[in-house]
């Protein structure tokens, strides 16, 4: 084990990975020479040199069009978008071509590659800069989706995508890039899409938090124990698409509750879907309304004492479950 | 292989057997498209059909030019595009019936043509959306370290998207082997060319962004062959992209949901009289029989359309596959 932040273990995961396959290579914004807007590529050009780590113009439909034709042609491509925000520039690339190629042409083609993007709030950047846009993400069929929140599944969630054969959305935290965490010392560290990790075991409620949020939940929930004397369970999902909904539906049929934490809009989030899904799966379990703590319904405000609150902190978390008991 | 067009001096006997067989794709694509709209008349075709009655020589000359190891990438009306690569008509009718013998097995239809096996990356239907795609697959054969050259078609309209700038500019950039062939029928939909672009000389809208021009008569398929080669052969060897424009003219409708209110019929019927590629190009060679091409043409479509009707359309438990590698569904 190594204690390492997120970013040097996403970027373990990129170096292995290119080392381990000569077709990955990766494409972005300031990745190469300034060395990536959060450094997480740090080192990567030095090393594999500007065929494989190479900077973009600001084009950033473009650029993931570029991955896309070169994943349709035996290359397995990362691309890097600065924030999730300007992924929204590409968002035709995204998604009426990296996800609907395979499907399109009938399998034909695969394009396996990796779109990676940081979000969230908490910088005070204000409204074009400080979303979490996962829940668009989650919504369109034919690519894969992970949010992780540790630095041991930021780099083996990593490596699963870039050896998945399917195109994957890659959602790294913003905040969470300088947060140490114990990784494995492992080349081949794989998480596997599709396998929820249960963060804190509970008894009377279940916390589901998605991506940071998987972190806010548990400072909540170690809240909840020692003041409120809760038992909560936090569940962090991980990957968003595949889901793994059965460890959330089993926690909730044991704790006959469930709040949603997500950082995102809360019209059409990733709570409202979860909790659809856990209604159909465990309503006659359910002993009080599903709850969602979600970020405020509005751009991002930039003045400090406003954004604080228009994205969930443990107070809120630690409510919620409160008003359920 | 080169071979030369008829009215150059060199190689007028392997010249003239290419010049007959440009002659009969381009009679094969023509016939084909006259019937792909009658059976959508018939309710046999739907969604979108459009069709490049008119622009038969931009795709032949162009596809002639390059080799089999090149990639082709296209528009929504890239029939032709399939048919002069080589795929079998059958396939290219299944798709349009929705059939699951069609070349995307019925998921992509008249606008989403595909043929892996022939280079043909596919017809798009998003405006402009193919350019990016251009630019990777050019990526990756550099990446692999080949000769392969990407040629990548779409229309003057197209040329208004931002993915032109940001395409040609990256491409220009990471010298990259692409010729953007811009296939410029005067009309994006009702749009005339003038109306839609402040330079309508297509061809020099490469120039800032570092990708200089070339123009053909995209009614003349020796023309056009001649411009692709050169532009294909230069672009393999110094590995730096080029603009071709091919000035040619849509005959039909934009899409069979056309009532052409936006142009004259006498224009038309002028370029259909004056312009027409095949009957130009029929013109000026000596010993062919374009009513025996017809019937030919006309019997091979008879077999793509019986074969399309005799296939089955895809099975409904079919309907998740390839959504992902796996094959069936991955919920969310
Ligand atoms: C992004 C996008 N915007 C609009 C359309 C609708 N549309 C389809 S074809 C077309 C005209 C395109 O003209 P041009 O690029 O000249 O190609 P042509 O149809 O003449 O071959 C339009 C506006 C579309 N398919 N995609
Ligand atoms: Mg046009």
Same mark, same amino acid.
């Given at each position: 084990m190594a204690e390492l932040r997120y970013r040097e273990a996403l970027n373990q995961a990129l170096r292995e990975e290119m080392e381990r396959d000569e077709r990955v290579f990766i494409i972005g914004e300031d990745i190469g020479v300034f060395q990536g807007a959060f450094k997480v590529t740090q080192g990567l050009l030095e090393e594999f040199g500007g065929k494989r780590v190479r900077d973009t113009p600001i084009s950033e439909n473009t650029i993931v069009g570029v991955g896309v034709g070169a994943a349709m042609t035996g290359l397995r491509p990362i691309v890097e978008l600065m924030t999730v925000n300007f992924s929204l520039l =590409?968002?035709?690339?995204?998604?009426n071509h990296m996800a609907a190629i395979p499907y399109m042409f009938n399998g034909q083609v695969q394009v396996p590659m990796v779109v990676r993007m940081p979000q969230g709030?908490?910088?005070?950047?204000?409204?074009?800069?400080?979303?979490?846009?996962?829940?668009?993400?989650?919504?369109?069929?034919?690519?894969?989706?992970?949010?992780?929140?540790?630095?041991?599944d930021a780099k083996g969630l990593l490596k699963a995508a870039i050896r998945d054969d399917n195109p994957v959305v890659f959602i790294e935290h913003e905040s969470l890039y300088g947060a140490k965490g114990e990784v494995p010392d492992d080349d081949d560290l794989i998480v596997d899409f599709g396998q929820a990790a249960v963060r804190r075991e509970g008894e009377d409620v279940t916390i589901v938090g998605i991506s940071r949020m998987a972190v806010t939940a548990q400072k909540?929930?170690?809240?909840?124990?020692?003041?409120?004397?809760?038992?909560?369970?936090?569940?962090?999902?991980?990957?968003?698409?595949?889901?793994? !909904?059965?460890?959330?539906?089993?926690?909730?049929?044991?704790?006959?509750?469930?709040?949603?934490?997500?950082?995102?809009?809360?019209?059409?989030?990733?709570?409202?879907?979860?909790?659809?899904?856990?209604?159909?799966?465990?309503?006659?379990? !359910?002993?009080?309304?599903?709850?969602?703590?979600?970020?405020?319904?509005?751009?991002?405000?930039?003045?400090?004492?406003?954004?604080?609150? =228009?994205?969930?902190?443990?107070?809120?978390?630690?409510? =919620?479950?409160?008003?359920?008991? | 292989?080169?071979?030369?067009?008829?009215?150059?001096?060199?190689?007028?006997?392997?010249?003239?057997?290419?010049?007959?067989?440009?002659?009969?794709?381009?009679?094969?694509?023509?016939?084909?498209?006259?019937?792909?709209?009658?059976?959508?008349? /018939? %309710?046999?075709?739907?969604?979108?059909?459009?069709?490049?009655?008119?622009? &038969?020589?931009?795709?032949?000359?162009?596809?002639?030019?390059?080799?089999?190891?090149?990639?082709?990438?296209?528009?929504?009306?890239?029939?032709?595009?399939?048919?002069a690569r080589?795929?079998?008509?059958?396939?290219?009718?299944?798709?349009?019936f929705? /059939?699951?013998?069609?070349?995307?097995?019925?998921?992509?239809?008249?606008?989403?043509?595909?043929?892996?096996?022939?280079?043909?990356m596919g017809g798009y239907g998003i405006v402009g959306g193919n350019l990016p795609l251009a630019a990777g697959i050019a990526l990756s054969s550099d990446y692999r370290e080949t000769e392969e050259v990407t040629v990548c078609v779409f229309g003057d309209g197209a040329a208004n998207q931002g993915t032109f700038?940001?395409?040609? %500019?990256?491409?220009?950039?990471?010298?990259?082997?692409?010729?953007?062939?811009?296939? %410029?029928?005067?009309?994006?939909m009702g749009t005339a060319l003038e109306r839609h672009a402040a330079q309508p000389d297509l061809h020099k809208r490469g120039e800032g962004f570092g990708v200089p021009g070339l123009k053909c008569d995209g009614m003349d398929i020796g023309d056009t062959y001649e411009v692709l080669s050169e532009a294909i052969e230069k672009v393999r060897s110094e590995r730096t992209p080029l603009l071709v424009e091919a000035v040619t003219y849509?005959?039909?409708?934009? *899409?069979?949901?056309?009532?052409?209110?936006?142009?004259?019929?006498?224009?038309?019927?002028?370029?259909?009289?004056?312009?027409?590629?095949?009957?130009?190009?029929?013109?000026?060679?000596?010993?062919?029989?374009?009513?025996?091409?017809?019937?030919?043409?006309?019997?091979?479509?008879?077999?793509?359309?019986?074969?399309?009707?005799? *296939?089955?359309?895809?099975?409904? &438990?079919?309907?998740?596959?390839?959504?992902?590698?796996?094959?069936?569904?991955?919920?969310?």
């Open positions: =590409a968002m035709d690339q995204i998604v709030a908490g910088h005070q950047l204000g409204p074009t800069h400080s979303h979490c846009l996962e829940a668009i993400y989650l919504h369109v069929p034919g690519m894969l989706v992970a949010v992780p929140s540790t630095p041991a909540a929930a170690e809240e909840l124990a020692s003041e409120h004397d809760i038992s909560a369970e936090v569940i962090d999902p991980r990957t968003l698409r595949p889901l793994d !909904l059965d460890t959330i539906v089993e926690s909730v049929r044991k704790t006959n509750r469930a709040v949603i934490v997500e950082e995102g809009w809360p019209h059409g989030g990733v709570g409202a879907n979860l909790a659809a899904l856990i209604q159909e799966h465990a309503f006659d379990y !359910l002993d009080a309304p599903i709850k969602r703590v979600t970020g405020a319904d509005l751009p991002m405000p930039y003045s400090k004492p406003l954004e604080q609150i =228009a994205f969930p902190h443990e107070p809120q978390i630690v409510e =919620a479950v409160k008003a359920l008991l | 292989m080169r071979v030369a067009y008829p009215g150059t001096t060199s190689g007028m006997g392997d010249g003239l057997d290419a010049a007959r067989e440009w002659l009969k794709t381009m009679v094969l694509i023509r016939r084909f498209e006259e019937r792909a709209g009658q059976m959508y008349a /018939k %309710n046999k075709v739907g969604g979108f059909l459009h069709l490049a009655i008119g622009e &038969e020589a931009t795709i032949v000359g162009a596809v002639r030019a390059m080799r089999d190891e090149d990639y082709l990438i296209s528009t929504y009306r890239s029939h032709g595009h399939a048919l080589g795929t079998d008509p059958k396939h290219v009718m299944a798709e349009l929705g /059939k699951a013998t069609g070349v995307s097995g019925g998921r992509g239809g008249s606008m989403h043509m595909f043929d892996a096996e022939r280079r043909f700038g940001e395409t040609l %500019n990256i491409a220009a950039l990471w010298k990259l082997p692409v010729v953007f062939m811009v296939t %410029n029928n005067q009309f994006g849509r005959f039909a409708g934009h *899409s069979m949901a056309d009532p052409e209110e936006y142009r004259e019929k006498d224009d038309v019927k002028k370029w259909r009289e004056q312009h027409d590629p095949i009957k130009n190009f029929a013109a000026k060679l000596d010993d062919v029989d374009l009513d025996a091409l017809d019937e030919e043409a006309a019997k091979t479509i008879d077999a793509a359309v019986e074969f399309a009707e005799e *296939s089955d359309f895809p099975t409904p &438990e079919s309907i998740y596959e390839h959504v992902y590698v796996t094959g069936g569904q991955v919920r969310g």
